[in-house]
């Protein structure tokens, strides 16, 4: 299986910071990664597929990069509303795989 | 607007069946793949079963491979997952989602499920 580490496990911010998360995978995934939030209560939903596409409705403030094995979701400019847990997954191979998550705190 | 709406959740003794369903509307079901993620509770998020369009075509990961069914009826526009000897490993709430290219686009709302005595 494809253990995806996702780092740091918590990261607390000030709005208007730019920040980065990190995912690692144990194999080369290729650009079969995608990023999730979820918010305190909520489902989940898809941020972006492929690495780097974005999504419609999802603020241009979230981007994402890299390939292989390396990945990182970035927020330009952290707002109240991006309290959340994110999660990465790898659509490269079976089973299916998630990240544990980064839990973003606002200061 | 897509909605995904699960039900079917309840607490279930060990080694029991349970079977959830989920309501899809919006879109174009017979269209989409489907699959169920799960996340215990205050854990992270796990894949559990994937379904091809026409259903003839099913994924499991393998701790649940031989007791869990995923099926669908796409005249009804409902995705359904039936849950045989239940563990209190699968306690968790349960997600019904679209799949794109192996990426989960639209999340329904979840329901739980209990695995206790």
């Known amino acids: 299986d494809v253990v995806l580490t996702q780092s740091p496990a918590t990261l607390s911010v000030t709005p208007g910071e730019r920040i980065s998360l990190s995912c690692r995978a144990s194999e080369s995934v290729d650009s079969y990664l995608h990023w999730y939030q979820q918010k305190p209560n909520e489902s989940p939903r898809l941020l972006i597929k492929y690495a780097s596409q974005s999504i419609s409705g999802i603020p241009s403030r979230f981007s994402g990069s890299g390939s292989g094995t390396d990945f990182t979701l970035s927020i330009n400019g952290v707002e109240l509303d991006d309290l959340s847990i994110y999660y990465c997954?790898?659509?490269?191979?079976?089973?299916?795989?998630f990240g544990s998550g980064t839990k973003l705190e606002i200061k | 607007e897509v909605q995904l709406v699960e039900s079917g959740g309840v607490l279930v003794q060990p080694g029991r069946s349970m079977k959830l369903s989920c309501a899809a509307s919006?879109?174009?079901?017979?269209?989409?793949?489907m699959a169920w993620v799960r996340q215990a509770p205050t854990k992270g998020l796990e894949w559990v079963a994937t379904?091809?369009?026409?259903?003839?075509?099913?994924y499991y990961r393998d701790s649940v491979k031989g007791r869990f069914t995923i099926s669908r009826d796409n005249a009804k526009s409902a995705l359904y997952l039936q849950m045989d000897s239940l563990r209190s490993e699968d306690t968790a709430t349960y997600y019904c989602?679209?799949?794109?290219?192996?990426?989960?686009?639209?999340w329904g709302q979840g329901v739980m499920v209990t695995v206790s005595s």
């Open positions: 989602t679209t799949v794109g290219s192996y990426y989960f686009d639209y």
């Open positions: 919006g879109f174009t079901f017979s269209s989409f793949p």
């Open positions: 997954q790898q659509g490269n191979s079976l089973p299916l795989t």
């Open positions: 379904i091809s369009t026409s259903g003839g075509t099913t």
